[in-house]
């Protein structure tokens, strides 16, 4: 059974506490939270879905910018609320991504670029055959336009805030085929910040283990 992109949602707001309502269906189910915030002190302290607990699978923080990524199997069918806690109050922006067909997650990265920068990459080793990779991407401060690499997907964008207090994110994934290196690229329309988060999603029938991490 191959991977397949069901749904998604998001939300942004300046709070500590945040709540949305997202509706799953299908089968072999893996729902994957991306979370970002205008504070490294401001981190996630529990996700749920349902009322259900989520994992944190990653975390990145650089320069009043926080990341995070959370997923749970199998979530409840039907339509719930996506809630969760920050450990201090900061501009949030919040989405989450659901897919069918999944047996697990895999390989994992991280990256962060500073000031004077309009790029990112994160690179991917994948484990199995046709996995999904799926993540966030946020850059502080300023209006910006992001520019998708080859393949990636966009599934939901939202920005919070102004000027030097704005924040914004997007949610995207990326089908693949041979397992092997895959690289997630963006661009910026200005230089700031940026940081970029990314899972493997692996198709039922395939095996498990964890990836490379490639810096650039």
Known sequence: ??????TSAFTSLNDEFFSFNLS?????NYLVVGLSNKSTAATGIGITYGGVPMEKIVS???SQLQGELWGLKDPLLGSNF?????SAGERIVVGAQNYNGVNTTGATTTNFTGFGTNSITGTLTTTVNNSYIVGIVAHNNIPVVITNGPDITT???DDFG???NEITTRGHDKAT????IYDMDFGFDN??????LEVELTPLGGTTGFGSIIGP
């Open 1 to 6: 059974m191959a991977i397949e992109f069901q």
């Open 24 to 28: 799953v269906t299908g089968n072999n």
């Open 162 to 164: 102004s000027g030097a």
């Open 177 to 180: 085929t041979a397992k092997g």
């Open 82 to 86: 996506v809630s969760g806690n920050l």
């Open 60 to 62: 990145v923080g650089i």
């Open 191 to 196: 230089t700031s910040p940026n940081i970029i």
């Open 155 to 157: 599934r939901w964008t």
